[in-house]
């Protein structure tokens, strides 16, 4: 099955710092991948949507000068945390949109992030 | 707009017993419905999903899920649990059948705990 790689899958990073996470589709071309972050014990909540070549579209409520989507080739999306604060501290996983035969969404394996 | 609630945070059955996830959901639109499962470390893994059709939905590893319009429950069942079935089960809805139109709303999940 389709694969989605996601980098680093854990981090700990100095308050005000950036962090910049990873998120590949591996054998196949993402035309859209959605960045979610989950707090413990908490559903997953959709951040953003990030399609390839154009600006990415952030959900009510998340700030887009703080958490910078670049989505600049087909298998590539990034997220970077800027000038992180514990209160982002969270778990972060991606997913990439396959519109072969029908569609499907691939996760990846998540990235938990600790802001000291 | 849409939400999942999966009651139960936590749920433990022993080996060979009846396995038991509640999903209900909230939707202003025809619903298109999704199990995950995640296990340690790993990505999530699409169990199952409903979209249209016949309301039983059988998935992966032998699990099943039975969508009731009236009682706006997706519940996943599985008859005879197993020691590999031990993970984080998360059901989602969206607006359209992949999920990836516009991304899929969570539940918090359920840890489910196989005891021998």
């Known amino acids: 099955g389709a694969v989605v790689s996601q980098h680093p899958s854990r981090v700990i990073c100095k308050s005000g710092t950036s962090v910049k996470i990873e998120c590949r589709s591996l054998d196949f071309q993402a035309t859209t991948m959605f960045w979610y972050r989950q707090f413990p014990k908490q559903s997953l909540m959709l951040m953003a949507t990030s399609n390839e070549g154009s600006k990415a579209t952030y959900e009510q409520g998340v700030e887009k000068d703080k958490f910078l989507i670049n989505h600049a080739s087909l298998t590539l999306s990034t997220l970077t945390v800027t000038s992180a604060h514990p209160e982002d501290s969270s778990f972060y996983i991606c997913s990439a949109r396959w519109t072969g035969a029908g569609e499907k969404l691939f996760f990846g394996s998540g990235t938990q992030l600790s802001v000291l | 707009a849409q939400s999942v609630t999966q009651l139960g945070s936590h749920v433990s059955v022993s080996e060979g017993a009846l396995v038991l996830l509640r999903c209900n959901y909230s939707?202003?639109?025809?619903?298109?419905l999704f199990w995950y499962v995640q296990y340690p470390n790993q990505g999530l893994q699409l169990l199952l999903k409903?979209?249209?059709?016949?309301?039983l939905v059988k998935g992966i590893n032998g699990f099943e899920a039975e969508f009731k319009k009236s009682e706006t429950s997706f519940h996943l069942t599985k008859p005879s649990a197993h020691m590999s079935d031990a993970a984080e089960y998360f059901c989602a809805v969206s607006s359209s059948s992949g999920g990836g139109a516009d991304g899929l709303t969570f539940g918090k999940g359920t840890h489910l705990i196989i005891q021998p």
């Open positions: 409903y979209t249209t059709g016949a309301t």
């Open positions: 939707s202003s639109v025809p619903p298109y």
